[in-house]
Protein backbone atom coordinates (compact mmCIF):
# COMPACT_ATOMS: atom_id res chain seq x y z
CA UNK A 1 0.00 0.00 0.00
CA UNK A 2 1.00 3.85 -1.32
CA UNK A 3 1.71 6.14 1.29
CA UNK A 4 -0.50 8.25 0.15
CA UNK A 5 -4.09 5.76 0.91
CA UNK A 6 -5.35 6.15 3.49
CA UNK A 7 -5.83 2.93 5.98
CA UNK A 8 -9.44 2.02 5.54
CA UNK A 9 -10.53 -0.61 8.28
CA UNK A 10 -14.38 -1.84 9.77
CA UNK A 11 -16.78 -4.61 11.10
CA UNK A 12 -19.08 -6.65 8.66
CA UNK A 13 -22.35 -8.02 9.91
CA UNK A 14 -25.76 -8.50 9.10
CA UNK A 15 -27.25 -6.95 10.92
CA UNK A 16 -24.66 -4.26 11.72
CA UNK A 17 -25.96 -1.54 13.40
CA UNK A 18 -25.73 -2.71 16.79
CA UNK A 19 -21.88 -2.90 17.15
CA UNK A 20 -19.78 0.06 19.45
CA UNK A 21 -16.77 -1.66 17.44
CA UNK A 22 -16.86 1.61 14.83
CA UNK A 23 -16.87 3.88 18.41
CA UNK A 24 -13.71 1.68 19.96
CA UNK A 25 -11.57 2.03 16.99
CA UNK A 26 -12.33 5.67 16.18
CA UNK A 27 -11.75 6.15 20.03
CA UNK A 28 -8.07 4.67 19.42
CA UNK A 29 -7.80 6.30 15.53
CA UNK A 30 -8.22 9.61 17.06
CA UNK A 31 -6.27 9.37 20.40
CA UNK A 32 -3.41 8.17 18.63
CA UNK A 33 -3.76 10.58 15.51
CA UNK A 34 -3.80 7.89 12.80
CA UNK A 35 -4.94 9.11 9.44
CA UNK A 36 -7.44 5.97 8.99
CA UNK A 37 -11.18 5.04 9.54
CA UNK A 38 -13.05 2.72 10.61
CA UNK A 39 -16.70 1.92 9.31
CA UNK A 40 -19.92 -0.13 10.09
CA UNK A 41 -20.72 -2.60 6.82
CA UNK A 42 -24.26 -4.29 6.62
CA UNK A 43 -23.17 -7.60 4.09
CA UNK A 44 -25.66 -9.94 3.28
CA UNK A 45 -24.47 -13.73 3.45
CA UNK A 46 -24.55 -14.47 -0.48
CA UNK A 47 -22.19 -11.29 -0.91
CA UNK A 48 -19.88 -11.61 1.35
CA UNK A 49 -16.50 -13.62 -0.52
CA UNK A 50 -17.10 -10.63 -3.18
CA UNK A 51 -16.58 -7.98 -0.94
CA UNK A 52 -14.45 -9.45 1.20
CA UNK A 53 -12.21 -9.75 -2.34
CA UNK A 54 -12.83 -6.18 -3.35
CA UNK A 55 -12.12 -4.27 -0.05
CA UNK A 56 -8.30 -4.45 -0.60
CA UNK A 57 -8.69 -2.77 -3.96
CA UNK A 58 -10.58 -0.14 -2.09
CA UNK A 59 -7.49 0.42 0.76
CA UNK A 60 -9.01 -1.43 3.23
CA UNK A 61 -6.26 -3.24 5.42
CA UNK A 62 -8.65 -5.68 7.56
CA UNK A 63 -11.71 -6.22 9.09
CA UNK A 64 -13.91 -7.50 12.14
CA UNK A 65 -16.32 -10.08 11.07
CA UNK A 66 -19.46 -10.39 13.52
CA UNK A 67 -22.76 -12.25 13.52
CA UNK A 68 -23.54 -14.55 11.26
CA UNK A 69 -20.14 -14.56 9.31
CA UNK A 70 -17.68 -15.85 11.56
CA UNK A 71 -17.78 -19.08 9.89
CA UNK A 72 -18.05 -18.21 6.55
CA UNK A 73 -15.21 -15.71 6.62
CA UNK A 74 -13.14 -18.31 7.59
CA UNK A 75 -13.65 -20.60 4.78
CA UNK A 76 -13.10 -17.70 2.36
CA UNK A 77 -9.67 -16.95 4.08
CA UNK A 78 -6.35 -18.16 1.97
CA UNK A 79 -4.77 -18.08 5.52
CA UNK A 80 -6.04 -19.27 9.09
CA UNK A 81 -4.41 -18.83 12.32
CA UNK A 82 -3.97 -21.70 14.39
CA UNK A 83 -6.51 -20.65 17.17
CA UNK A 84 -8.78 -19.66 13.98
CA UNK A 85 -9.23 -23.10 12.81
CA UNK A 86 -8.94 -24.40 16.42
CA UNK A 87 -11.85 -22.48 17.45
CA UNK A 88 -13.71 -22.89 13.97
CA UNK A 89 -14.64 -19.32 13.65
CA UNK A 90 -13.17 -15.84 12.35
CA UNK A 91 -13.44 -12.72 14.01
CA UNK A 92 -10.66 -10.99 12.24
CA UNK A 93 -9.12 -10.81 8.62
CA UNK A 94 -5.98 -8.92 7.58
CA UNK A 95 -5.89 -8.39 3.96
CA UNK A 96 -1.95 -8.79 2.89
CA UNK A 97 -0.09 -6.94 0.07
CA UNK A 98 0.30 -9.93 -1.54
CA UNK A 99 -3.74 -10.15 -1.95
CA UNK A 100 -4.36 -12.89 0.65
CA UNK A 101 -6.61 -13.10 2.99
CA UNK A 102 -4.81 -13.65 6.56
CA UNK A 103 -7.72 -15.45 9.22
CA UNK A 104 -7.49 -15.18 12.82
CA UNK A 105 -9.85 -14.91 16.17
CA UNK A 106 -9.04 -12.88 18.52
CA UNK A 107 -11.95 -13.73 21.09
CA UNK A 108 -9.99 -15.62 23.06
CA UNK A 109 -7.32 -13.10 23.43
CA UNK A 110 -10.12 -10.55 24.77
CA UNK A 111 -11.38 -13.05 27.13
CA UNK A 112 -7.83 -14.10 29.27
CA UNK A 113 -6.72 -10.20 28.89
CA UNK A 114 -9.67 -9.16 30.97
CA UNK A 115 -9.90 -11.12 33.42
CA UNK A 116 -5.88 -10.58 34.21
CA UNK A 117 -6.50 -6.90 33.74
CA UNK A 118 -9.78 -6.86 35.87
CA UNK A 119 -8.71 -9.73 38.33
CA UNK A 120 -4.63 -9.63 38.65
CA UNK A 121 -4.91 -12.47 41.39
CA UNK A 122 -6.48 -14.65 39.38
CA UNK A 123 -4.68 -18.38 38.24
CA UNK A 124 -6.72 -20.21 35.79
CA UNK A 125 -4.28 -23.48 36.78
CA UNK A 126 -5.50 -23.82 40.63
CA UNK A 127 -8.59 -25.81 39.97
CA UNK A 128 -11.77 -26.71 37.60
CA UNK A 129 -13.74 -23.92 35.61
CA UNK A 130 -17.50 -24.07 34.67
CA UNK A 131 -18.61 -22.91 31.70
CA UNK A 132 -22.11 -22.57 31.12
CA UNK A 133 -22.98 -22.32 26.95
CA UNK A 134 -21.42 -24.38 23.85
CA UNK A 135 -21.56 -21.67 20.71
CA UNK A 136 -18.52 -20.09 19.12
CA UNK A 137 -17.82 -17.87 22.00
CA UNK A 138 -17.83 -20.98 24.50
CA UNK A 139 -14.93 -22.54 21.99
CA UNK A 140 -13.30 -19.49 21.96
CA UNK A 141 -13.19 -19.68 25.43
CA UNK A 142 -12.32 -23.54 26.39
CA UNK A 143 -9.75 -22.86 23.89
CA UNK A 144 -7.75 -20.04 25.32
CA UNK A 145 -8.84 -22.14 28.57
CA UNK A 146 -6.85 -25.24 28.06
CA UNK A 147 -3.57 -23.31 26.57
CA UNK A 148 -3.72 -21.55 30.25
CA UNK A 149 -3.55 -24.99 31.78
CA UNK A 150 -7.09 -25.24 33.36
CA UNK A 151 -6.67 -28.53 34.65
CA UNK A 152 -10.56 -29.72 34.11
CA UNK A 153 -13.29 -27.68 32.50
CA UNK A 154 -16.76 -28.70 33.48
CA UNK A 155 -18.97 -27.71 30.74
CA UNK A 156 -22.87 -27.23 29.85
CA UNK A 157 -25.52 -26.59 27.71
CA UNK A 158 -29.52 -26.30 27.30
CA UNK A 159 -28.46 -29.15 24.56
CA UNK A 160 -26.46 -31.51 25.64
CA UNK A 161 -25.34 -32.80 22.32
CA UNK A 162 -23.40 -29.13 21.76
CA UNK A 163 -21.18 -30.23 24.56
CA UNK A 164 -20.64 -33.95 23.85
CA UNK A 165 -19.34 -32.64 20.33
CA UNK A 166 -16.99 -29.85 22.20
CA UNK A 167 -15.85 -32.61 24.85
CA UNK A 168 -15.09 -35.44 21.99
CA UNK A 169 -13.32 -32.19 19.82
CA UNK A 170 -11.20 -30.64 22.77
CA UNK A 171 -10.67 -33.72 24.79
CA UNK A 172 -9.86 -35.68 28.26
CA UNK A 173 -10.28 -32.35 29.99
CA UNK A 174 -13.60 -31.19 29.19
CA UNK A 175 -16.42 -33.33 30.99
CA UNK A 176 -20.25 -32.59 30.49
CA UNK A 177 -22.30 -31.89 33.08
CA UNK A 178 -26.10 -31.47 32.39
CA UNK A 179 -27.84 -28.27 32.18
CA UNK A 180 -30.28 -28.93 35.25
CA UNK A 181 -27.31 -29.47 37.73
CA UNK A 182 -24.93 -26.39 36.68
CA UNK A 183 -25.99 -24.44 39.85
CA UNK A 184 -24.50 -27.32 41.92
CA UNK A 185 -21.49 -27.71 39.44
CA UNK A 186 -20.81 -23.56 40.85
CA UNK A 187 -19.81 -25.30 43.93
CA UNK A 188 -16.97 -27.25 42.56
CA UNK A 189 -15.19 -24.56 40.48
CA UNK A 190 -12.68 -21.82 41.06
CA UNK A 191 -13.57 -19.75 37.89
CA UNK A 192 -17.09 -19.47 36.40
CA UNK A 193 -17.87 -18.34 32.78
CA UNK A 194 -21.50 -17.40 31.23
CA UNK A 195 -20.96 -17.30 27.42
CA UNK A 196 -24.53 -17.47 26.59
CA UNK A 197 -26.56 -14.68 25.57
CA UNK A 198 -29.05 -15.50 29.22
CA UNK A 199 -29.09 -11.96 31.16
CA UNK A 200 -28.50 -9.85 28.02
CA UNK A 201 -31.11 -7.02 27.43
CA UNK A 202 -34.15 -8.49 25.04
CA UNK A 203 -32.90 -12.13 26.05
CA UNK A 204 -34.20 -14.56 28.54
CA UNK A 205 -33.49 -14.34 32.04
CA UNK A 206 -30.66 -16.02 33.58
CA UNK A 207 -31.90 -18.55 35.77
CA UNK A 208 -28.97 -21.05 36.96
CA UNK A 209 -29.18 -21.31 40.64
CA UNK A 210 -26.14 -19.02 42.72
CA UNK A 211 -25.83 -20.38 46.21
CA UNK A 212 -23.53 -23.00 45.43
CA UNK A 213 -20.86 -20.19 44.54
CA UNK A 214 -18.25 -20.38 46.71
CA UNK A 215 -16.36 -17.55 48.07
CA UNK A 216 -13.63 -16.21 45.83
CA UNK A 217 -14.76 -17.58 42.89
CA UNK A 218 -14.00 -15.71 39.90
CA UNK A 219 -17.31 -15.28 37.96
CA UNK A 220 -17.73 -13.42 34.79
CA UNK A 221 -19.96 -12.72 32.08
CA UNK A 222 -19.31 -12.16 28.11
CA UNK A 223 -22.76 -10.28 28.42
CA UNK A 224 -21.72 -6.59 28.36
CA UNK A 225 -25.52 -4.98 28.09
CA UNK A 226 -26.18 -4.93 30.77
CA UNK A 227 -22.95 -4.29 31.92
CA UNK A 228 -23.63 -6.03 35.41
CA UNK A 229 -25.55 -9.16 34.81
CA UNK A 230 -27.98 -11.08 37.30
CA UNK A 231 -25.26 -13.05 37.74
CA UNK A 232 -22.66 -10.92 38.62
CA UNK A 233 -24.68 -9.27 40.82
CA UNK A 234 -25.89 -12.44 42.48
CA UNK A 235 -22.33 -13.49 42.48
CA UNK A 236 -20.89 -10.63 44.10
CA UNK A 237 -23.43 -10.93 46.83
CA UNK A 238 -21.74 -14.13 47.41
CA UNK A 239 -18.68 -12.75 47.92
CA UNK A 240 -16.85 -13.94 44.46
CA UNK A 241 -14.70 -12.13 42.39
CA UNK A 242 -16.84 -10.58 39.01
CA UNK A 243 -15.79 -9.42 35.90
CA UNK A 244 -17.68 -8.06 33.78
CA UNK A 245 -17.74 -8.79 29.74
CA UNK A 246 -17.01 -5.27 28.33
CA UNK A 247 -13.44 -5.58 28.69
CA UNK A 248 -13.52 -8.93 26.21
CA UNK A 249 -15.13 -6.61 23.49
CA UNK A 250 -12.04 -4.31 24.04
CA UNK A 251 -9.44 -6.38 24.26
CA UNK A 252 -10.14 -8.49 21.74
CA UNK A 253 -10.00 -5.66 19.23
CA UNK A 254 -6.56 -4.46 20.14
CA UNK A 255 -4.70 -7.44 18.14
CA UNK A 256 -6.24 -6.25 14.95
CA UNK A 257 -5.77 -2.56 15.39
CA UNK A 258 -2.30 -2.96 15.51
CA UNK A 259 -2.22 -5.04 12.35
CA UNK A 260 -4.18 -2.75 10.62
CA UNK A 261 -2.48 1.33 11.83
CA UNK A 262 0.82 -0.32 13.23
CA UNK A 263 0.00 0.83 16.76
CA UNK A 264 -0.82 -1.10 19.75
CA UNK A 265 -3.19 0.88 21.71
CA UNK A 266 -4.09 0.43 25.40
CA UNK A 267 -7.24 -0.85 27.21
CA UNK A 268 -8.26 2.24 29.98
CA UNK A 269 -10.81 3.35 31.86
CA UNK A 270 -11.42 6.01 29.16
CA UNK A 271 -12.48 3.60 26.13
CA UNK A 272 -14.45 1.90 28.82
CA UNK A 273 -16.58 5.23 29.30
CA UNK A 274 -16.17 6.35 25.27
CA UNK A 275 -17.62 2.53 24.61
CA UNK A 276 -20.43 2.73 26.85
CA UNK A 277 -21.23 6.23 25.99
Avoid at 170 to 185: D, K, L, N, S, T
Avoid at 189 to 195: A, K, L, M, P, R
Avoid at 251 to 266: D, K, L, S, Y
Wanted: glycine share 10%; hydrophobic share 40%.
Amino acid sequence: MSEERIPLAGVIGCPISHSRSPILHGHWLKRYGIKGHYIPMHVEPDNLERVLRTMPEMGFVGCNITIPHKVSALEIADMVSDRASLIGAANTLIFRADGKIQADNTDGYGFMANLRQKAPDWDPTTGPALVLGAGGASRAILTAMLDAGTPEILLTNRTRTNSDALRDEFGARIRVVEWVHAGAAMGECDTVINTTSLGMKGANEFKVPTKQLRSGTLVTDIVYNPLRTKLLNEAEQMGCVTVDGLGMLLHQAVPGFERWFGTRPEVDDELRAVVLG
